[in-house]
């Protein structure tokens, strides 16, 4: 069977501190207001039983994305280890995968924008023009991902080749492995758990899991 990487947020631990999303912003040096990752405060309830709720959101990598379906050029694909991907080199940014996706995660930039205005270290280095005027999103960090069929290690093990989201969790509430192996950590972590994903209900099989009660992790 072919590796499909997944990712599993525990929704118990997030405490909120959007931690992945600086660490999102470091390694690709999106924009000011480009967030490919983002924590959402979901409060429920009512006085005095009010609770709060953070739900880091992104690109869910879908096993049936509807993006690819609208894409006129197939730049937007899915791969088989379950990474869907754009080619800058053929998107013509025509925004059709913008309004095909349900989870509000891509995004277009026709100007490069700085958050101090002139471009910071890690801006320069990660920054790249191609990504002006095409679709960008969360990459489940592709180049890391890459890297492990050369070095021989584990992604959601080795830190190397794991999203920088989740090597940055300061509550280790965030996973990512391949689901398609049984002994992976985040296919033991999902065996032992109770957990959902976004919008199921439109076929889309997210690769985004949510758990939310079962074992503690």
């Given at each position: 069977m072919s590796k499909r990487y997944v990712m599993a947020i525990d929704l118990r631990r997030c405490v909120g501190c959007q931690t992945c999303t600086a660490a999102c912003k470091s390694a690709n040096a999106t924009a000011p207001g480009v967030q490919w990752r983002r924590v959402l405060d979901q409060e429920t309830g009512e006085f005095p039983d009010v609770r709060r709720t953070f739900l880091p959101v992104a690109c869910m990598h879908c096993a049936n994305p509807p993006c690819v379906e609208v894409c006129p050029t197939t730049a937007t694909r899915r791969r088989e280890d379950g990474l869907v991907t754009i080619d800058y080199d053929i998107c013509i940014g025509c925004a059709n995968c913008i309004m095909a996706c349900p989870y509000d995660a891509r995004s277009i930039e026709h100007q490069p924008r700085y958050a101090f205005g002139k471009a910071m270290t890690h801006e320069i280095a990660r920054s790249s023009p191609e990504r002006l005027s095409v679709a960008t999103k969360c990459t489940f960090c592709q180049g890391r991902v890459d890297r492990a069929a050369a070095t021989g290690q584990i992604p959601g093990v080795d830190p190397d080749?794991?999203?920088?989201?989740?090597?940055?969790?300061?509550?280790?509430?965030?996973h990512f492995g391949d689901v398609a192996d049984p002994d992976s950590n985040v296919s033991q972590l999902l065996a032992s758990s109770q957990h959902f994903r976004m919008h199921e209900e439109l076929e889309t099989d997210p690769s985004v899991f949510y758990i939310w009660g079962g074992s503690e992790t």
């Open positions: 080749v794991t999203p920088a989201c989740v090597n940055s969790c300061i509550s280790g509430a965030m």
